[in-house]
Structures are given as structure tokens and as C-alpha cells.
């Protein structure tokens, strides 16, 4: 479903991404993982086109994600962003940040978006926050509802940057429980994270990247457990 090739990006004369190579299939849960500032943002911003590249190429479902082209709209649709900061609009209600995006740029009937969104916020346990407003609830509901959001647009695939970095510890679980439980319906996802747990038990497929590379990469329970490259096995003493 997403297929990288030779993936490059360089912020100037700074070379960021040197040649990153990955196919993810659909139903698909890869977590990405590594040392900070070794490009695991800037992938995820060039798979939805957030942030263009500088060589190579990604293709969604055999189309090209090409900053430059009208198709750009429609990717964005198809591969929902999940950010560390959940970027609500805080002046609009809980359940009008999950229409938003059916609506206004699906162009979806407003009524059956909002029953949509009510079942949406129902799965992720905010049933009753849809009149809430993002500043009442904690970090840990605005990140659910966040990915509910996400959801709202029928995605193929999300991409969770660091969905839980900026929670507190105690409110990381519920949140790791909502994308365990999506992992479960065959949802495509891709997650950037330094939860080694969640990773352990949930990604089918676990990718450590460092420098802009990919060094090391398979299932987690091998990767985690039996790491074959010095580097892996550096970052991993320094964060399990
Ligand atoms: P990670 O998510 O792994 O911590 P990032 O992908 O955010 O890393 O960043 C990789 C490198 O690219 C870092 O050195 C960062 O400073 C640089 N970088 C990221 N975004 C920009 C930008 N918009 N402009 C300039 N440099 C950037
Ligand atoms: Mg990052």
C-alpha cells in the first residue's frame, strides 16, 4: 500500500533522509523507532505530502505523492496524521473537530458525518465528550479524540507521530489501548514511537532507523529481543 524508494530529503545543505527503502502492506503495523533528530518525523510528513522530498519516490496505492499535483488533496484523505500535539481547534466543540474534515473537505452530508463521529468517539471511549471543548479534557482525551478525528475520514492508513510523547504517564495507556484495539480492525498504520512495549506487542513489523537510514529492521519480537546491529543494540540498551 505505501511503497518507498530511495527515499532522500535534505533541509538545505543539511541531508536528512539518504535513501530510505520500506513497503508496508495493507493491514500492515509497523512502528518506527530511533534516536531523536534521525528523521522519523520528516518520513511520516513526506508519505501525506506535509513535507516534499528531495529524491526517490512514495507511492499510495500505485499513486505517487507528488506535493505538486492536485492528487496531493486526495492522499492527504486517504493517510490520516496523528501528531504529538493534538492539534484540535479548541474553540470548536469535540464533536465539531471530527466533522470538520468529512464535511468540509470530503464534502459529506453533515448529518451523516456527525452519526459517523458519534460512533467514532464512542470507539475510543468519549461517548460522552462530543460537547466538550479540547481545553476541558485531558492530554490523554484530546489525543483520543485527535485519532477519532483522524478516523472520520475513512483513511487507508494513519500515521501516529509520537501519539503519547507529550501525555503523562498515567494517561498513555488508554491511549495505547485505542490504537491497540484499531491495529485489531486490520487498520494500516504506521507509528513513530519510544513505547517498546506497545511496539513489542502490537507492530507486526519493527524499523530502527538512525542517521537518515534504515539499519535494522524486522519483527519486533526479533528486533527487540536479538538486535544484530551494534546501533540497534546501543539505542535499545538506552531506552528499554
Ligand atoms: P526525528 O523525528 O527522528 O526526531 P526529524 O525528522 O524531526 O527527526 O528531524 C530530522 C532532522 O531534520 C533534524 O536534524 C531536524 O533538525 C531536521 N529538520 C526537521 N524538520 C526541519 C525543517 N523544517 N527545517 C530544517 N531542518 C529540519
Ligand atoms: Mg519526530
Do not use: W
Not at 500500500?1 to 532522500?8: A, D, F, K, S, Y
Not at 485519532?147 to 494517561?171: G, H, N, Q, V, Y
Amino acid at each position: 500500500m505505501i511503497e518507498i524508494r530511495g527515499l532522500q530529503k535534505s533541509f538545505g545543505s543539511h541531508h536528512v533522509l539518504k535513501g530510505i527503502d520500506a513497503s508496508i502492506v495493507q493491514g500492515e503495523v509497523v512502528c518506527i523507532v530511533g534516536p531523536s533528530g534521525s528523521g522519523k518525523s520528516t518520513i511520516l510528513r513526506c508519505i501525506n505530502g506535509l513535507e516534499s522530498y528531495s529524491g526517490g519516490s512514495i507511492d499510495i496505492d500505485g499513486r505517487r505523492v507528488d506535493r505538486q499535483h492536485a492528487s496531493i488533496k486526495a492522499i492527504r484523505a486517504e493517510v490520516a496524521m496523528v501528531f504529538q500535539r493534538f492539534n484540535l481547534f479548541p474553540h470548536r466543540t469535540v464533536l465539531e473537530n471530527v466533522i470538520e474534515g468529512p464535511v468540509y473537505v470530503k464534502g459529506e452530508d453533515r448529518a451523516a458525518a456527525i452519526v459517523h463521529a458519534r460512533e467514532l468517539l464512542a470507539s475510543v471511549g468519549l461517548a460522552d465528550k462530543a460537547a466538550a471543548h479540547p481545553p476541558e479534557l485531558s492530554g490523554g482525551q484530546q489525543q483520543r479524540v485527535a485519532i477519532a478525528r483522524a478516523l472520520a475520514m475513512r483513511p487507508k492508513a494513519i500515521l501516529f507521530d509520537e501519539p503519547t510523547s507529550a501525555l503523562d504517564p498515567e494517561l498513555v495507556g488508554d491511549v495505547l489501548q485505542v490504537m491497540r484495539k484499531l491495529a485489531g480492525t486490520g487498520m494500516t498504520m504506521v507509528v513513530v514511537t519510544h513505547e517498546m512495549q506497545f511496539a513489542r506487542e502490537v507492530a507486526d513489523r519493527v524499523v530502527f532507523i538512525d542517521g537518515g537510514v534504515i539499519v535494522e529492521q524486522g519483527p519486533a519480537a526479533g528486533l527487540l529481543n536479538n538486535p544484530q546491529n551494534p546501533r540497534t543494540q546501543d539505542f535499545l540498551r538506552r531506552v528499554l
